[in-house]
């Protein structure tokens, strides 16, 4: 640590301490502001155990919600309530007794100067090192006026100041408009949100608006809450993951095979198998994952489009024994939905599976599937290359599947994702003596020679083959060839 960096304060969500450069700085006051229903409650409860965990004193005066209510909601995240010191305000004017109604006096002008006291007490008494206050709507609608809610929150913030707590204020954006003044108040703004999608679970994201005088990741990253509360994915920036790693070339069990890109094909590269359906692009990826296993350097096989038991069974069929080497743990098959996976999250899902379990082989099957996670595609160009660029500098040999639209003739495709791969492979049906056959082709590699014939693509109960050059035929990509007139050299 500097010697002039503020001390960190862990807020209990592992992602959000490493978007904020390791934690809150501590003895400022804190804004979290989100809908209803973006977790704000649960993150704050993180918050105060991480606190209390790590010896400190710690308070979450709550204004809103009921101590039973709280103690309910951390039992369902498996948390112990007896970590979370809870102090439970509720303001006489929310009672339904008549005796605690005042008639000669405004409410605001009684209720919001008692709430105050009752708060400024107890946190003398206490003397809190981490405090959250939920929520700040309460405060707004006992001050009734906009002019009197902010001068409170202003001695709120004089009442703080040197006093070496770290607070945390949660609002749910109730009021009408953006509160600018709310946000300049604050040492530091987290926002969290939740978009609607028209299918699937509710995707939801995490900003950090303002932290002053501190350096943290911006733009948005995506959270989830499940139990044991919110789980954050911080933004993939692949320039921090530079490594070093031995530029030689991995191979398959298929001579003819390597020998189409000049040998094997390039760590630290990526390579896109595009085609029509059924036309053996999670064939070929398979093969390269197999013989990746059988080396002994893991592989996974992210499958978003058909159930983990038909690919098996698939591979299985072509003579691949996929799940031998399953079974050893050297090959993994995890099953993506794209309707209750974000792209954040899915993101992360590699990373962890590159840097924790040493994975060397990573097929995405299929892109099609991760466009469909996405709310937008100019995002998943955005997505894709950061995810590539982090796989390629780890060293990682990826394979990129992507489906295009038709079966003969030209395709094609929702997004031009070609120029983001080293290497592309084109695969294509084509008509040859009434019978529909299968040629694939290297159509690219950034890194060293490669082969530019087609070849024939032969899939059945005997394995895999790789025919030899379709030198006596043109017009094959276009899915009608003819045989080629022999050229007349010239002696």
């Not at 807020?11 to 904020?20: F, Q, Y």
């Not at 038991?309 to 743990?329: H, M, N, S």
């Not at 993994?332 to 209750?340: E, F, W």
Request: with cysteine; charged share 25%.
């Amino acid at each position: 640590m500097e010697k002039n960096e503020p001390t960190r304060i862990d807020t209990g969500v592992g992602g959000l301490n490493d978007i904020l450069s390791g934690g809150l700085p501590s003895g400022q006051m804190y804004l979290l502001e989100g809908d209803p229903g973006t977790g704000k409650t649960t993150l704050a409860m993180q918050f105060i155990i991480a606190g209390v965990r790590a010896g400190k004193k710690a308070l979450y005066i709550t204004l809103s919600e009921s101590r039973a209510e709280l103690e309910n909601s951390a039992r369902s995240h498996g948390w112990d309530t007896g970590e979370l010191p809870i102090a439970e305000f509720v303001p006489a004017e929310a009672s339904l007794n008549p005796e605690q109604q005042y008639t000669v006096f405004h409410p605001s002008e009684v209720e919001l100067a008692a709430t105050i006291q009752k708060l400024t007490q107890l946190i003398e008494e206490v003397k809190p090192d981490c405090l959250v206050i939920d929520s700040l709507s309460e405060l707004r609608l006992l001050a009734a006026e906009t002019m009197r809610y902010r001068r409170q929150l202003l001695a709120l913030k004089h009442f703080f100041a040197g006093r070496d707590t770290t607070v945390l204020l949660l609002d749910d954006r109730t009021a009408e408009g953006s509160d600018m003044q709310l946000q300049s108040i604050a040492h530091g703004v987290v926002r969290l949100e939740k978009l609607q999608r028209s299918y699937g679970v509710t995707r939801r994201r995490v900003e950090v608006i303002k932290l002053r005088g501190s350096a943290y990741r911006e733009g948005f990253h995506d959270y989830t809450i499940q139990r044991g509360g919110l789980a954050v994915y911080p933004r993939l920036i692949a320039n921090e993951h530079e490594t070093v790693f031995d530029g030689e070339r991995i191979t398959s069990h298929l001579p003819a095979l390597d020998q189409m890109f000049g040998g094997g094909i390039n760590r630290g590269s990526s390579t896109l198998l595009i085609g029509p359906s059924g036309s053996g692009k999670s064939t070929l990826a398979t093969v390269y994952a197999y013989a990746a296993a059988k080396r002994g350097e893991r592989a996974i096989m992210y499958v978003f489009d058909e159930v983990l038991r038909t690919a098996q069974d698939r591979a299985e069929g072509l003579g691949i024994p996929v799940r031998e080497e399953i079974a050893k743990g050297t090959l993994a098959m995890s099953q993506i939905d794209p309707a209750g996976l974000s792209p954040g999250e899915f993101t992360w899902q590699i990373r962890q599976d590159v840097e924790r379990r040493d994975t060397r082989v990573v097929v995405i099957d299929s892109l099609n599937g991760f466009l469909m996670s996405m709310p937008g595609e100019h995002d998943l160009s955005l997505h894709l290359h950061e995810l590539l660029a982090f796989l390629n500098q780890k060293g990682i040999v990826t394979f990129l599947i992507y489906t295009q639209h038709g079966l003969i003739g030209g395709m094609q495709t929702e997004v031009d994702v070609s120029y983001l791969s080293d290497t592309v492979v084109l695969l294509r049906y084509f008509e040859a003596q009434g019978n529909i056959r299968q040629a694939l082709s290297v159509v690219k590699q950034r890194v060293g020679q490669h082969e530019r014939s087609l070849r024939e693509l032969r899939m059945n109960e005997g394995g895999i083959e790789i025919g030899e050059p379709l030198a006596d035929f043109q017009g094959v990509l276009t899915g009608v060839p003819n045989l080629a007139m022999p050229i007349e050299r010239e002696d």
